[in-house]
């Protein structure tokens, strides 16, 4: 098999991308989560789009905003692994891939997201910390965490495609 991270500005993504995005972005908050809110947000113009392509089909994504673009501090957020795809902790390497690019890349040193309560302990083995009261977003229970950088060297290169580098 053939997989690649890739990592892109919305203008820089193909119709195909955008649309296999969307389309997985569907799959599961809207249809598998049976959620009806509106996905497409504007937000996707103002995003960075990091996604894992297998041969030609996107399985695993998210979208990573600067500090001030959604939030104050620096932002992930449509964390999303295809349900076919699943058990085979992409989730933590996206979530590891969307850290170090934030940090590297964006130099943000603190990360917020809005997860929902489900994935809390994933979100902990990952570094991020409860922040607030749960809430309801879209009708499902969520919290916001926050991850913080801690003081240790990054390495300089962006390493986007090498397992090592996170």
Known sequence: MNDL?????FDELSNRELYQILQLRNKVFVVEQNCIYQDV???DYDAFHLFLKQNTKIIAYARLFKAGDYFDRGS?????????QRKQ????KLMQKAI???VKNLKEKTIEISAQT???KFYN??????????YLEDNIPHIRMMYRQKEIKAKKNNCLNDENCI
């Open 100 to 102: 170090d690019f934030m």
């Open 5 to 9: 991270w890739h990592i892109k500005q």
């Open 125 to 134: 083995d990952l570094g991020f910390k409860e922040t607030g009261e749960k």
């Open 76 to 84: 992930i957020g449509r964390v999303v692994v295809d349900p076919q």
């Open 118 to 120: 489900y994935l809390i």
């Open 89 to 92: 902790n992409l989730g933590k």
């Open 41 to 43: 947000d504007e937000k």
